[in-house]
């Protein structure tokens, strides 16, 4: 019962203390929601604008049907925003960084890509400039001007004047060679059949409707996609992430900061006064743990709130999850501090490693950028830290809205961290009082 | 003395086999206080901490009317209250809120707690101040909150630990009329200082400790008698060419219940056995034709003890 009524003096005690600092109180909760309004709104938001298209240079020097049909389909391309430049512009521009990549489609593009289609002419090279930080949008510039090009090379094959002319001559490329090479008959074949497609679709433009006449004629892309974001339902929001991240940091360091207290008052003999008393040294850091995991879930909490009310994050999956990865994460927070405390020597030195030790363990977690992103290897080291599993087991409660069966492994990782930093730091503390 | 409140027997304690306490043994009656006294790095600290169930003894044991004094939630620990030397307070928690929270750690709650905080804030005076916080105070006002927190549980034995370290003479008048009023009220005190004065002004008994070890262990009154000199009689001569000062030193040397003589310039530092013998020395030098311009008496202090003791200064 004296016991009880210690640990709970202890407890209150550590609440007043937080509750008062006015100052650092504001700044564990400002600076979370800041950091986590920025990284969110860069991030995509709360989904409702749409993403930023790829800023991507046009040198179109050729002027063929060919060439001024690629740049018309690049413009059209609802993925990049074509700026149309000189070469030395282009080259310029993406060189300091202002355009990700530059497309340059050379004199006599047109011609060279019909007549290489079906022979085995040198194929023409179209130049791509990019900015070697961005090598991941370079993937998808490629892919929208592979499209554009095979679409208009092979539609200007079926139905083109400059078709026309382009079969002919590999018919009598062909004709040439059917008599020693069996596979230059049968495309000989082919192309005479095609002459013929040509021909009807040629009579036929005539008597054909505008939207007709406009369709595309060459080859297509055989599917097209129906994209479904599979999270929480209305939208993906990138606020809820974000403020997964920033929490955690910013809980972390609050735990960084109990942590420190311990030394603090150990220097100041405050910890020898508490335990001159006729309590426990158990008691004493049971009290910190319970008292400083209350305040890392209620500034989780307070966090959340914000975000919901004013980023429109939405829990979109379990609440009793978010809320049991939100505990478990926070009693792993109040035993890191005590981690701290236990092996730190001074209040100056254990700060500066332990915050060294956590900016690691935020960033490996995926707190600032999401850990998706990282290589295959990093991400299954990851797995390993506890920050990891919080910043994953927030997301699949938001955003991603999963049922509570998801953020089970995330507990159960937390609690299995608390219990190892707890019973470590204990023993410490045991081992010092002798 | 009668069956001692507290009873210390052979502590040890190192570290990294470094001797810190050797053997310490002493014991305290009820309602006495016990002056523990020593320099810097002496052991009183160690010795106060095993006292208070902090560390544990290598070797030896520490009872407590009648039970012993171990670490965690020991039962002796409610009997023993600590004023540490630190300001051991919070110093953003108001008085009142300290209070409270040391009371609680005793298993004090509801009415009683807010009675035995009163109490402790108005033996210390700090009343009018128990609801702004301690980082408003001045040092003395801490050092005498610090002094209240550990009063709150009625201890039968405090423990003050230097208790008026950086304490301005005002202040220290303050704490030692809080203590005084303790120990009228019959309460058992340890007062460690390296002040020798505020031991005197304090203690029925003192421990004196050196290297770890105890090297006297009595009351004032039979320290004081180890000494060969008890007072000390000086007199600032006003003709010093009147008289032949190597005749008037070997005379005054000759005389009953003289210990011992030296000069300081114009003055005579004469070591007396008794303060009884100043009078008759007074009226011999004055019969020699010695006139002194200006006298004075002085007992001699434990810090002379301490230095006979030990060969080396209390605060060396």
């Known amino acids: 019962m004296s016991s009880l009524t210690a640990l709970k003096a202890l407890i209150r005690k550590d609440l007043i203390l937080f509750l008062s600092d006015r100052r650092s109180l504001l700044l564990t909760l400002v600076m979370p929601i800041l950091l986590g309004g920025f990284f969110g709104y860069l991030f995509g938001g709360s989904g409702v604008a749409e993403n930023a298209k790829i800023e991507v240079g046009l040198v179109a020097v050729d002027d063929s049907d060919i060439g001024k049909n690629i740049a018309a389909g690049l413009k059209a391309d609802k993925s990049i925003s074509i700026l149309e430049l000189t070469l030395a512009e282009a080259q310029d521009q993406v060189r300091k960084g202002k355009l990700h990549a530059a497309i340059v489609i050379p004199a006599g593009f047109g011609t060279a890509a019909g007549a290489a289609l079906f022979s085995a002419r040198d194929k023409p090279e179209i130049t791509l400039y990019y900015d070697p930080s961005q090598t991941a949008l370079l993937a998808v510039v490629k892919g929208v001007l592979t499209q554009q090009v095979m679409q208009t090379v092979s539609a200007e094959m079926f139905s083109g004047k400059a078709g026309v002319r382009f079969i002919d001559d590999n018919i009598r490329e062909s004709e040439k060679r059917a008599a020693k090479n069996p596979e230059a008959a049968e495309l000989n074949k082919f192309l005479l059949s095609l002459r013929k497609f040509q021909e009807r679709t040629q009579g036929d433009e005539s008597t054909a409707s505008t939207a007709t006449q406009n369709a595309p004629r060459g080859l297509s892309m055989p599917f097209s996609t129906q994209d479904e974001a599979m999270s929480s339902g209305p939208k993906y929001n990138g606020y809820a992430h974000s403020f997964a991240g920033m929490s955690v940091q910013f809980i972390l360091m609050m735990g960084i900061d109990a942590g420190i207290g311990i030394l603090l008052a150990r220097r100041m003999g405050l910890w020898n006064r508490l335990l001159a008393a006729p309590i426990t040294t158990s008691t004493v850091l049971l009290a910190r743990t319970i008292s400083c995991a209350l305040i890392a879930f209620g500034l989780l909490c307070c966090t959340f709130l914000f975000a919901v009310l004013v980023f429109k994050v939405k829990i979109a999956g379990s609440l009793v999850g978010f809320l049991g990865v939100g505990a478990c994460f926070a009693l792993m927070t109040a035993t890191f501090g005590l981690l701290i405390a236990a092996y730190g020597k001074t209040p100056e030195a254990a700060r500066g490693l332990a915050v060294f030790a956590t900016l690691i363990m935020v960033m490996l977690g995926g707190a600032w950028v999401p850990a998706f992103l990282f290589p295959q290897w990093l991400q299954t080291f990851s797995l390993g830290l506890p920050t990891r599993w919080a910043v994953d087991g927030l997301d699949a409660m938001t955003w991603r809205g999963l049922g509570i069966s998801a953020a089970i492994p995330a507990m159960l990782v937390q609690l299995g961290f608390a219990a190892l930093f707890g019973s470590v730091a204990l023993r410490k503390f045991h081992r010092d009082e002798r | ?316």
């Open chain 2, 1 to 316: 003395m009668t069956t001692p409140l507290l009873k210390v027997t052979g502590l040890c304690k190192s570290y990294s086999g470094r001797v810190a306490v050797d053997e310490v043994s002493f014991a305290l009656a009820s309602g006495q206080t016990l002056g523990l006294i020593g320099p810097n790095g002496a052991g009183k600290s160690t010795t106060v901490s095993m006292l208070c169930g902090l560390l544990k003894p290598d070797r030896g044991e520490i009872l407590l009317d009648g039970q012993r004094v171990n670490q965690g939630n020991s039962a002796a620990k409610h009997k023993i209250g600590l004023v540490p030397q630190d300001l051991a307070i919070y110093e953003e928690l108001s008085a009142r809120e300290n209070l409270k929270l040391f009371g609680a750690l005793y298993g004090l709650t509801g009415d009683l707690l807010k009675q035995r905080c009163q109490a402790a804030l108005d033996l210390v005076t700090l009343s009018d101040r128990a609801g702004d916080k301690p980082s408003t105070y001045s040092g003395g006002m801490k050092r005498r909150l610090n002094i209240a927190a550990a009063l709150l549980h009625d201890p039968q034995l405090l423990i003050l630990d230097e208790p008026t370290v950086g304490v301005d003479p005002q202040s220290r008048n303050a704490i030692f009329d809080s203590l005084e009023t303790l120990k009228r009220q019959g309460r058992s005190l340890i007062y460690t200082s390296h002040y020798m004065e505020e031991v005197e002004r304090l203690a029925d008994h003192i421990v004196i400790i050196d290297h770890g070890k105890v090297i006297a262990n009595e009351t004032p009154e039979e320290l004081y008698r180890r000494l060969p000199s008890q007072a000390a009689l000086n007199v600032e001569l006003g003709d010093v060419e009147a008289v032949s000062l190597a005749a008037l030193l070997a005379g005054i040397q000759a005389r009953p219940g003289v210990t011992g003589v030296n000069t300081v310039g114009n003055s005579l530092r004469i070591a007396l056995g008794a303060a009884d013998d100043a009078l008759p020395m007074l009226e011999w030098l004055t019969a020699q034709g010695c006139r002194p311009r200006h006298f004075s008496t002085a007992r001699t202090d434990l810090e002379e003890i301490f230095l006979t003791l030990t060969g080396h200064s209390l605060r060396d």
